[in-house]
């Protein structure tokens, strides 16, 4: 096992060694020494000393000592000391370590840091030596007599990084539960892959004196003709990196002239552009690529040089299908298919229009990516989406942008406003259609076009049309210059009568180029970056849930068109890959039964059931009494009183049914259009009435209107402190029996009530006594927006973990990690009254579950080091002790992965009527991680399209859970989300944090606009609706806070 070397011989953490062992190690820094003796070894830091001595240690900081000179550093003391290396002459070292400082990006070898005791035993030790540089004898428990040479014990003690957690955490064995089935998996083995050493370089390309080409002509620039020759084989990332099994040592470097576009004019001959470059390609490191079979056999740790392998292997995988197809990532979409005979049929099932002729169209590629797994590597293949520009004409795009019914629509639309003054105004369709189009590559396609084979990127559009817009044509016969019209210039110099000229012309990037509109085609995919509308939105669910059958058919149609087997780069460094799918052993595991407040129900491997005849397990906890309905009358679908009067008789009786106490009607009023105003006179009207504190609020609206919900919510939780429940006029006109036991679902658990809870399968898949689960997650805002990340945690507010409560709070700008003052501020009362109530003031929670989403493999350290103390801490808090007792169980829940399970559709036992996995499938053998304990668990039954199971990792357990205990208590208690009569995908603490977040959105403090708007045309004075803003104050952002009421409405499921 070797480390990892650059061309020049030097070890990846240090500068070229004169000598270097074979045992030399480098962990947390980099070591320039210039000679490192076998047992060397430097952790958590630099060590940049002329010489390392043999047990020479450094933990937790930096040595000040510089290069072969005296070292000036803050002893113990505080004072200075002045000193030389021991063991030699200052000048000598001096005269050995005479080179330049490696660069940042150096690779290092990680290892463990080196044991606490040690570190504190060696600043015992050198806190009673004077300040001279002189070696320390010590003794460390359990490590015998040690010798290092004296650093300052800041380099020790000072920013120390928190502790890691173990990770990561072994898997304890398999799950036997239940019984065992075969599912084809979307992966196939990878039967051999490269362990030849390889190369890296660092690929340079200065377009002047120290300015950097564009990113554009980067990859042209890479094929030039010394690179081509010197190194055939490469593989390149498209930026500065590239491999090789060939090595160049002195690199290479080439001058050469870039030819790049045009910058003709509309009616001029025009130059074309013309630049000189340089390229270096530099060596930087050779990578052993047999560490990556020694990491999958448990051999070593997953540490940078692995790291760079897999990388490696990422990108070879990669490099063929960037050059033929269409790129984003990891997925690839194909065009050109139709001019292929063999591949036409496909042409017509690989895109799709969406929202008629709207200028979107949403194509489906495939995603491919390396997956390690038990057994070795794996090739992950799935069915991926994007959104393109259609590939039509200009035309016909910007008609589907502004939903203009033809091009004289389309015209009026686009018209300027011309003030007496005769100041011309853009319309708002103008500027809409011109954010839309900016950066848009095009191609002009016209009789005798010089350059249908070249494109252009639009800058913008102009505002004048053809017959306005004037251009300088130069008369090669006879030298004279005249003025004419755009119009005119195609008439007069290719005899073609524009049939839109009144229309905006389009301007290029490309000094001086117009074209109108009529003469611009979109030819190759190019992403669609703006939100679809909801029409888009539909047809693309539509289009995008395809069944097991198809989409297992696409992706195999699409293996065949990257062509693993005659990929050249594959076959070049030696990877293979199986054709036939990977099968593997799953397990299905028993269901539970449901237990209502009446009877139970055992829902099989349907996972369905309905709520006729049967009561919540627990009903509201207070008789609702005071309670009001206000009603909006907009301009259609409108409802009346008596209406609302047939429609609370049914709720009424429905609820009373499932067991609900009710024991007067609601006040009832016709709101106002002010939403702001109409919320606070339902709230006075149903206090006064009852004269007491509304118990809730239920509104019902005529339209689906986001704005409006968010005023509504807005006002109930952060004005009143009051439960609401916003209903559609359309559902309560209709008064269906299942509608309103939906909705009653809702209500009942934002009185405190709950629907139904699981029959364990067994006594061992139940919650533990005096256990606590805690669920965490953070939303992000949009693309092109801005408002703070958004953390929510809940936590179980009953021994059966069924009941939650829950809060949020502003997280920073995109910060994923919740901060410890948030964990406090949310969490802190929650577990007191958790404590106070199911505790009963003398227990607190012994067991501590924390459900975590949405984190990434590179955060997930940060969740056990940062999240995972701050809960201790304020467990410890919350239970007045100054260290938390109790044992945690953390796991990390994903849903943002390719991995899917086909089952043989012809075998009911272990698919259901679409073809999905059965609720309960679980996979955790042979295409889970080799490291650490995961697996994939299907929980729902999916309504539509292919089902994606959960990927869950346990990061951490103390509690020590077997695998059937911890996985079958999962998907048995996916059954007792409080608003489903179904189970779900996830957790059902995560799915509640999810919705925490969500809601949160509403509280934000900022002003809205009042009044009933509708649509596109909602104007809110709201953050998210502004681009973002470099806020240094950011993270101090903090919600509306909900008000406090003698319903304790924050300890109640107000998100539901």
């Not at 004296?150 to 173990?166: A, G, L, N, T, V």
């Not at 298919?337 to 008629?356: Q, S, W």
């Not at 047939?646 to 259009?673: A, C």
């Not at 799915?991 to 977040?997: A, D, E, N, T, V």
């Amino acid at each position: 096992m070797n480390p990892p070397e650059d061309i020049h011989g030097r070890n990846a953490g240090g500068k070229p060694s004169s000598t270097a062992s074979n045992t030399s190690r480098v962990s947390g820094g980099r070591n320039p020494s210039s000679t490192a003796s076998n047992t060397s070894r430097v952790s958590g830091g630099r060590n940049p000393s002329g010489t390392a001595s043999n047990a020479s240690l450094a933990s937790g900081g930096r040595s000040n000592s510089s290069r072969g000179s005296k070292t000036q550093a803050t002893g113990p003391q505080g004072g200075s000391a002045g000193s030389s290396s021991a063991g030699g002459s200052p000048s000598k070292r001096r005269s050995a370590t005479q080179r330049k400082d490696r660069k940042e990006d150096d690779g290092y070898v990680p290892l463990p840091r080196q044991p606490k005791e040690m570190d504190e035993a060696l600043v015992r030790a050198a806190e009673s030596l004077p300040k001279d540089y002189v070696n320390v004898d010590f003794e460390v428990p359990g490590h015998g007599q040690m010798s290092a040479p004296y650093i300052p014990y800041y380099c020790f003690m000072q920013d120390r990084e928190p502790r890691d957690e173990k990770l990561p955490m072994e898997r304890p064995g398999y799950n036997t539960s239940g019984k065992e089935i075969e599912v084809a998996m979307n992966t196939w083995p990878i039967i051999s892959f490269p362990t030849k050493p390889v190369y890296q370089y660092e690929v340079v390309v200065l377009s002047g004196p120290g300015n950097e080409a564009d990113r554009r002509v980067l990859r042209r620039s890479f094929n030039c003709d010394a690179r081509k020759k010197q190194l055939p084989d490469a593989i390149y990332d498209g930026a500065k990196t590239a491999w090789s099994l060939i090595c160049v040592e002195k690199g290479i470097h080439e001058k050469f002239e870039y030819k790049g576009g045009s910058t003709r004019q509309s009616g001029s001959q025009g130059n074309v552009h013309r630049e000189i470059l340089m390229i270096s390609i530099l060596p930087r490191r050779k990578i052993y690529l047999s560490v990556i079979d020694h990491w999958l056999q448990k051999k070593r740790p997953l540490d940078s040089t692995v790291i760079e392998a897999l990388n490696f292997l990422d990108h070879l995988l990669r490099d063929w299908p960037t050059t033929e197809f269409v790129a984003h990532k990891r997925a690839y979409f194909f065009h050109g298919l139709f001019e292929n005979p063999k591949t036409r049929d496909l042409h017509y099932e690989f895109h799709y229009a969406l929202g008629g002729y709207s200028g979107a169209t949403c194509y489906r590629g495939i995603y491919q990516m390396i997956r390690p797994c038990v057994n070795g590597l794996l090739l992950n293949l799935d069915a991926a989406h994007a959104v393109f520009f259609s590939r039509i004409s200009l035309m016909a795009t910007m008609r589907g942008i502004l939903e203009a019914t033809d091009e004289a629509d389309m015209a009026k639309k686009l018209r300027p406003r011309i003030d007496s003054d005769k100041t011309r105004w853009p319309t708002k369709e103008f500027i809409k259609l011109n954010k839309y189009l900016k950066g848009l590559r095009v191609t002009p396609d016209y009789k005798e076009c010089p350059f249908k084979d070249k494109s252009f990127q639009i800058h913008e559009l102009v505002n004048g049309h053809a017959r306005e817009y004037m251009l300088t044509i130069e008369d090669k016969a006879t030298g004279n210059e005249k003025r004419m019209s755009v119009e005119d210039y195609f008439k007069w110099k290719y005899n073609i009568y524009l049939e839109f000229p009144f229309l905006p012309l389009v301007k290029m990037t490309a000094k001086n180029v117009v074209y109108p509109a009529e003469f611009l085609l979109i030819k190759k995919l190019q992403r669609w970056p703006f939100k679809l509308s909801d029409l888009q939105t539909s047809d693309m669910i539509k289009y995008t849930a395809k069944k097991p059958i198809e989409r297992l058919n696409h992706i195999i149609s699409c293996k065949g068109l990257l062509k693993h087997d005659t990929d050249p780069n594959l076959t070049r460094f030696g990877m293979q890959i199986g054709h036939e799918m990977m099968k593997v052993k799953a397990r299905l595991l028993p269901n539970p039964e449901i237990q209502f407040g009446n009877a139970r129900h055992n829902p099989g491997t349907t996972a369905r059931w309905d709520l006729r005849g049967k009561k919540f397990f627990k009903s509201n906890t207070e008789p609702l009494q005071s309670w009001g309905i206000g009603y909006f009358v907009g301009p259609r679908n409108d409802i009346n009183f008596d209406q609302v009067q047939s429609w609370l008789d049914q709720f009424v009786k429905i609820y009373k049914q499932h067991g609900g106490n009710v024991t007067s009607r609601p006040m009832t009023i016709k709101m106002k259009e002010d939403v702001g105003e109409a919320m606070k006179e339902l709230y006075d009207k149903t206090g006064n009435a009852w004269k007491k504190e509304p118990q809730l609020l239920i509104i019902i609206v005529p339209l689906k209107d986001a704005f409006v919900y968010l005023r509504i919510k807005k006002s109930a939780d952060c004005r009143f402190g009051v439960p609401s429940q916003v209903l559609h006029s359309v559902r309560c006109k209709e008064n269906k029996p299942q509608y309103n036991s939906n909705v009653l679902m809702k209500v009942n658990a934002k009185l405190g009530g709950v629907t139904n809870r699981v029959v364990p399968t067994s006594p061992k898949t139940s919650l533990r006594p005096h256990s606590v689960i805690i669920g965490g997650d953070v939303t992000h805002p949009t693309l092109g927006v801005w408002t703070p990340s958004l953390a929510a945690m809940c936590i179980s507010n009953d021994t059966n973990g069924v009941s939650y409560m829950g809060g949020a709070q502003c997280n920073g700008d995109k910060i994923e990690i919740i901060r410890e003052l948030n964990i406090r501020e949310i969490l802190g009362p929650l577990l007191k009254e958790w404590i106070g109530t199911v505790g009963k003031k003398k227990f607190p929670p012994k067991n501590i579950y924390y459900f975590r989403d949405g984190v990434s493999d590179s955060e997930v350290k940060g969740v056990l080091n940062r999240e995972v103390p701050a809960i201790r801490r304020v467990a410890a808090e919350a239970c007045g002790l100054s260290e938390y007792p109790g044992r945690l169980c953390v796991v990390i829940a994903n849903k943002r992965h390719h991995l899917r399970a086909f089952p043989n559709p012809k075998d009911s036992k272990t698919c259901d009527r679409n073809g999905n996995p059965l609720p309960g499938t679980l996979i955790d053998r042979e295409v889970t991680s080799p490291h650490g304990w995961d697996f994939l668990l299907y929980a729902h039954a999916a309504l539509q399209g292919t089902a994606r199971p959960v990927h869950y990792k346990v990061v951490l357990d103390e509690i020590g859970h077997k695998p059937d205990e911890l996985q079958n208590m999962i998907y048995e208690q996916s059954y007792q989300y409080v608003r489903s009569t179904t189970p779900v995908s996830i957790h059902p603490s995560i799915y509640y944090s999810h919705l925490i977040s969500v809601r949160a959105r509403h509280h934000e403090d900022v002003s809205v606009d009042s009044g009933m708007q509708s649509g596109s045309k909602i104007t809110q004075e709201r953050s998210m609706l502004k681009p973002k803003k470099d806020d240094p104050d950011a993270v101090k952002q903090r919600l509306l806070e909900i008000k406090g009421s003698e319903n304790k409405l924050p300890l109640k499921m107000w998100w539901i």
